[in-house]
């Protein structure tokens, strides 16, 4: 069966520190990768996906970026974080024949102080 | 713009009646629809989908939803909460583009 990873669990970062997150999947290839970011009391906002290695489109411009080296894992990273990168970040992802259904990581809690 | 609300940003409930939380999209969006539960410090966890066929879709933990395409509705029901259900709902429809579109969340709490 599939599973996903994400970590670390949670991060206190301060500001302008550089970030990594990582996500890995397990039991599947060449699934479709995305990230989300809910911040406290919203909803979910799509901040990357890739449907390849090396394959990343970005949903909202800032400071964030993402990458995708190998088919099963996907990282989120900043340069320089700012206060208002806090959040819970999300990673998901979907079989490339189903991919209107996207299956969820356990998250990441991220505070930037 | 392309959107799903959901009508209750919260509910209470008492143990062991039933519970119905409510979810528009607009006729704009496909209709893969879609309800997601997010226990605290967690992730989302699938809880049903509708694709096509019956509109009464069954999903975990006794949940069901009724897809009703002319009110552009799909929501959530259970006929008898637990305080484990206590959670966060998210109703989510895919679009053309290939993304999610999300709701705001409805937090069910159930009281004993």
């Known amino acids: 069966s599939q599973t996903i990873h994400q970590w670390p669990a949670t991060l206190v970062q301060p500001v302008g520190s550089p970030l990594s997150l990582e996500c890995t999947v397990e039991?599947?290839?060449?699934?479709?990768l995305y990230w989300y970011r809910q911040a406290a009391g919203r909803g979910l906002q799509l901040l990357f996906y890739?449907?390849?290695?090396?394959?990343i489109s970005s949903e909202v411009p800032q400071n964030l970026s993402a990458s995708r080296p190998q088919d099963r894992q996907f990282i989120l990273s900043s340069k320089k974080l700012l206060l208002s990168d806090s959040g819970f970040y999300l990673c998901?992802?979907?079989?490339?024949?189903?991919?209107?259904?996207?299956?969820f990581g356990p998250g990441t809690r991220l505070l930037v102080l | 713009a392309q959107s799903v609300t959901q009508l209750d940003s919260q509910v209470p409930v008492f143990e062991e009646a039933p519970v119905e939380l409510r979810c528009n999209y607009s006729?704009?969006?496909?209709?893969?629809l879609f309800w997601y539960v997010q226990y605290p410090n967690q992730g989302l966890q699938l809880l049903l989908k509708?694709?096509?066929?019956?509109?009464l879709v069954k999903g975990i933990n006794g949940f069901e939803a009724e897809f009703n395409k002319s009110q552009t509705s799909f929501h959530l029901r259970k006929p008898s909460v637990h305080i484990s259900d206590t959670a966060e709902y998210f109703c989510?429809?895919?679009?053309?583009?290939?993304?999610?579109?999300f709701g705001q969340g409805t937090e069910l709490s159930v009281k004993p």
């Open positions: 006729s704009s969006v496909s209709v893969y």
């Open positions: 890739s449907v390849g290695i090396g394959q």
């Open positions: 509708y694709l096509s066929g019956s509109t």
């Open positions: 989510a429809a895919y679009n053309q583009g290939g993304k999610l579109i």
């Open positions: 998901a992802w979907a079989e490339l024949r189903s991919q209107e259904t996207q299956y």
């Open positions: 039991g599947t290839s060449n699934p479709n």
